[in-house]
């Protein structure tokens, strides 16, 4: 078997330029979404609200600063090929593209070394959270994304049991948006992960959020719920915002697993409208 070697450097260098790039330039699904939601949308407010945003978004890319503010602790997914070594560690790679990026790129560093007590910055953002995924072939593919805390807050998960059915999934995850409000900086991307374990639902709802919102749940009943959650959120009447109207949210992506005889986690990830992510395969 053909072993290939990844070079250290080259892992650094494509996490440095993944993490500049998604805090710098909407993905092309949010921008058609916005603009498709200011065209539809009722409300005076809601409307100008939707074009500020756009506005927002095009100055970022063009003068190649942050979207927002809070740009978010850094989160990978990787799928790393069994035929692959990296001439060195792997994750130390991954951490220095991340410390580059949001030195470099004069992204807000908002990681602390401790949850509790002490709360230091760590002044480089990291450590950042890497899954990953043993997979066949001889890549390394890498989607990224940074998550910020205005909508993580917002975020909730159930270990509910069989017997709560597709409506208890249902109305856990619109009472989570409800509750939610104006917090998460509508309009939002609700990520849903269900199955698996209590962790696993967590990790799926997360993946959910990266994924962009015109690929649809591969499986047709899951597709035809995330189209009807979307609907019901966005009769909520948040609007964009929290200022009223009919775009709440732009998407609602389902990732599934399977799981025990017994369970039926759900875990609901809510995103803001920036649903900062970008992949590369190396």
């Given at each position: 078997?053909?072993?290939r070697t ?7 260098d494509?996490?440095?330029r993944?993490y500049?790039e ?10 058609k ?5 200011r ?6 407010v809601?409307?100008?609200v939707l074009?500020?945003l756009i506005?927002?978004?095009?100055i970022?890319a063009?003068e190649?600063v ?5 740009t978010?602790m ?5 799928e790393?090929?069994?035929r692959?070594v990296i001439?060195?560690?792997?994750k130390e790679?991954?951490?220095?593209g991340?410390r580059?990026a ?12 401790d949850?509790?007590f002490?709360?230091?910055n760590t002044k480089?953002n990291t ?20 998550k910020g ?5 917002m ?6 049991t069989p017997?709560?059915?597709i409506?208890?999934?249902k ?11 104006s917090?998460?900086c509508p309009?939002?991307v609700?990520?849903?992960?269900i199955g ?6 967590a990790?799926l709802?997360?993946?959910a959020?990266l ?10 009943r899951?597709?035809?719920l ?14 964009p ?5 009919s775009?709440?949210?732009l998407g609602?992506?389902i990732?599934t ?7 039926m986690?759900v875990a ?10 970008k992949?590369?395969?190396?």
């Amino acid at each position: 078997m053909e072993i290939r070697t990844i070079r250290a450097e080259t892992v650094t260098d494509t996490v440095e330029r993944l993490y500049k790039e998604l805090n710098y330039c909407i993905g092309e699904d949010i921008k058609k979404a916005l603009g498709d939601s200011r065209n539809r949308e009722e409300s005076p407010v809601g409307r100008a609200v939707l074009a500020q945003l756009i506005e927002n978004n095009n100055i970022a890319a063009e003068e190649q600063v942050p979207i927002c503010q809070d740009t978010g602790m850094a989160v990978l997914f990787v799928e790393y090929g069994e035929r692959v070594v990296i001439d060195g560690s792997f994750k130390e790679a991954v951490e220095e593209g991340v410390r580059r990026a949001y030195i470099g790129g004069y992204l807000r560093k908002s990681v602390v070394s401790d949850p509790v007590f002490d709360r230091v910055n760590t002044k480089d953002n990291t450590p950042a959270i890497i899954y990953t995924d043993i997979v066949e072939g001889d890549r390394i593919k890498i989607l990224a994304g940074c998550k910020g805390f205005g909508s993580e807050n917002m975020s909730a998960i159930k270990m509910l049991t069989p017997s709560a059915g597709i409506e208890g999934v249902k109305e856990f995850v619109l009472n989570t948006v409800r509750y939610a409000g104006s917090n998460p900086c509508p309009p939002i991307v609700v990520g849903i992960g269900i199955g698996g374990t209590f962790e696993k639902a967590a990790q799926l709802a997360k993946k959910a959020t990266l994924r962009p919102i015109d690929r649809k749940n591969g499986d047709p009943r899951y597709a035809e719920l995330e189209n009807e959650l979307l609907r019901e959120i966005n009769k909520m009447g948040f609007g964009p915002a929290g200022l009223g109207g009919s775009t709440t949210a732009l998407g609602v992506n389902i990732e599934t697993f399977p799981t025990h005889i017994a369970g039926m986690p759900v875990a609901v990830n809510i995103c803001c409208h920036a649903a900062r992510h970008k992949e590369a395969v190396i």
